[in-house]
């Protein structure tokens, strides 16, 4: 099973930038596509970026143009860069990690690393 850290969450004034950190551990033999969820106070858990072990990257309308989703293979780490942060990108941000064990494939979420963006 996959454990997923994710760190680099806090308090930034509008236009300010963070950079989000996701690091996965434990016993699989391979992790496919991460992805960057949030979900903002009585919303729905929307997608903001996913990337594919290749490196082939999507990301949610609302943040591209701002947000860079990159990884580090050899470190099992994602990685969320939120430049030009606006209120409504508030929300608790989410890593997912789909992977592959011996008995198939599997997801796993982390635990969640709040985003408040205020002045």
């Known amino acids: 099973q996959v454990q997923l850290v994710e760190s680099g969450g806090g308090l930034v004034q509008p236009g300010g930038s963070l950079r989000l950190s996701c690091a996965a551990s434990g016993r699989f033999l391979s992790i496919n596509a991460m992805t960057w969820y949030r979900q903002a106070p009585g919303k729905q858990r929307e997608l903001v970026a996913s990337i594919t072990s290749g490196g082939s990257t999507n990301y949610a309308a609302s943040v591209k143009g701002r947000f860079t989703i990159s990884r580090d293979n050899t470190e099992n780490t994602v990685y969320l860069q939120m430049n030009s942060l606006k209120p409504e990108d508030t929300a608790v941000y989410y890593c997912?990690?789909?992977?592959?064990?011996?008995?198939?494939?599997?997801?796993?979420w982390g635990q969640g690393t709040q985003v408040t963006v205020s002045s």
């Open positions: 997912n990690a789909d992977y592959l064990i011996v008995a198939g494939y599997f997801a796993s």
